[in-house]
C-alpha cells in the first residue's frame, strides 16, 4: 500500500494526540494539570456537552453553552485541563471541516487527486493564516472547508491551528476562572 503525504498527515497528526494524551497521563505534568481521579456524573456530562458543542462549526454555534462551563469549573474542575480539551475539541471540529471540504472536492471534481502546490497561498503564509482560524468565526470554517478542497498538507497546518486553540480556549477560560475567584473572594 503507498502512503501519500496526506495519510502521513493524518496518521503524525493523530499519533501526536496519541502520544500527549500517554505523556500526560503518566508524567509530574499530570499534577501540575491536575487530572481528576474521579469525575462527578456532572463533570462528564459538562464535557461531553462542551466538547460536542466546540466541534461544531461556527455557523451552527447559535447558543452559548457558558453555564455549563461556569458549572464545570465551579465544581473544581482543572482550568488547565480544561483549556487542553476545549482546544483538542476545537481542532478535531477544525480537522471534520478539513475532511469535508476533501469529500466536496470528491464530488466536485471526480476524485481526490493531489495536494496544493508548495506555492499556494495557503501553503506560503499558512503560519498566519491558520493561526488565526479559531478567532474569525464562521471565516475560520470556510478557510478549513477551502483547504482541505484544495488538499492543503495537514501537517502545516495542525501545529498552528492547535496553538491557535490553546490561546482561543485560553483567552476566556483563565478570565473565567479570576472572576470567579474574585466573586468568592468578596463573598467570604
Known sequence: MKWNKLDKGIVVGLSAVLVAVVVLSFSDIAKF???PSQLTGFQIFALLVIIG??????LVQ????????T?????????????IITAFALLGGQ??????????????????????????FLHKYHFLIYLIVPFVGILGDFVMLYSGHQRINPLKMIPFL????????????????????VGRFLGA
Not at 53 to 58: A, F, G, H, I
Not at 96 to 116: C, D, E, Q, T
Open 71 to 83: 458549572q464545570l469549573l465551579q465544581s473544581g474542575f482543572s482550568p488547565t485541563l480544561f483549556v
Open 33 to 35: 494539570i491536575d487530572i
Open 162 to 181: 492547535l496553538l491557535g486553540d490553546f490561546i482561543s480556549a485560553s483567552r476566556w477560560i483563565y478570565p473565567a476562572v479570576l472572576q470567579l475567584e
Open 95 to 120: 480537522l471534520i471541516l478539513y475532511v469535508i471540504g476533501m469529500f466536496v472536492r470528491r464530488i466536485h471534481k471526480g476524485s481526490i487527486g493531489n495536494l496544493a502546490s508548495h506555492n499556494h
Open 62 to 69: 447559535q447558543f452559548s453553552i457558558s453555564t455549563f462551563s
Open 53 to 58: 458543542y466546540d466541534m461544531l462549526p461556527t
